[in-house]
């Protein structure tokens, strides 16, 4: 299986990088993340839920980050294992500067086996890109609200004003 794709974050590469390697943004934007955490410098462990038709269940996920340039590039070895099957594979990703914005670009390979193997080679890519952008959209509106400044509500004038302090004429 082989997917690649892009995407535009409204945010600084610095911040993006950091958001991919920390566990708690993994478990919020994760589709069918159930757990992620940290086993060292550059490793995770987790649990994601499938629910679709044929393969549907909790899937014990490895990942470590290798290559890594920070915030510019890096690449995630890991394997996922269920009782439907296994994935194993690569996925290398570049971060660059887009004027205000920061652009990501990725491609990945992987190995399926087991009963998964079975799903159709391009149902299975078109499977994965749409998790993938599912879990990156999270991210950029994740990464949106921690960089929002803070609204302030206009204070109240003239007659608004006056009824609230003073109450119905």
């Known amino acids: 299986m082989n997917v690649s794709g ?9 911040s993006v990088f950091a958001a991919i390697c920390d566990p708690a943004t993994l478990m919020a934007v994760i589709p069918g993340c159930e757990a992620v ?20 269940g909790s899937y014990r996920t490895s990942v470590r980050l290798v290559d ?10 890991g394997d996922v294992v269920g009782a439907m099957g296994s994935i194993r594979g690569r996925a290398d990703f570049v971060l660059r500067d887009a004027g205000d914005a920061t652009e990501l670009t990725w491609r990945g390979d992987a190995v ?16 994965a890109e749409s998790l993938i952008d599912q879990g990156l959209r999270a991210l950029a509106a994740r990464l949106e609200l921690a960089t929002a400044p803070l609204a302030t509500a206009p204070l109240a004038t003239g007659r608004a004003t006056q009824a609230i302090t003073e109450g119905p004429e």
Not at 37 to 56: C, D, F, K, M, N
Not at 114 to 125: H, I, K, M, Q, T
């Open 112 to 127: 399926i086996q087991g009963p998964l193997a079975r799903l159709d080679s391009r149902f299975a890519e078109r499977l």
């Open 6 to 14: 892009s995407h535009r974050f409204a945010a600084p590469r610095a």
């Open 37 to 56: 955490q940290q086993t060292g410098p550059a490793a995770y462990e987790g649990r994601i839920a499938l629910r679709l038709p044929g393969a549907v």
């Open 68 to 77: 890594v340039a920070a915030p510019h590039r890096a690449g995630m070895e």
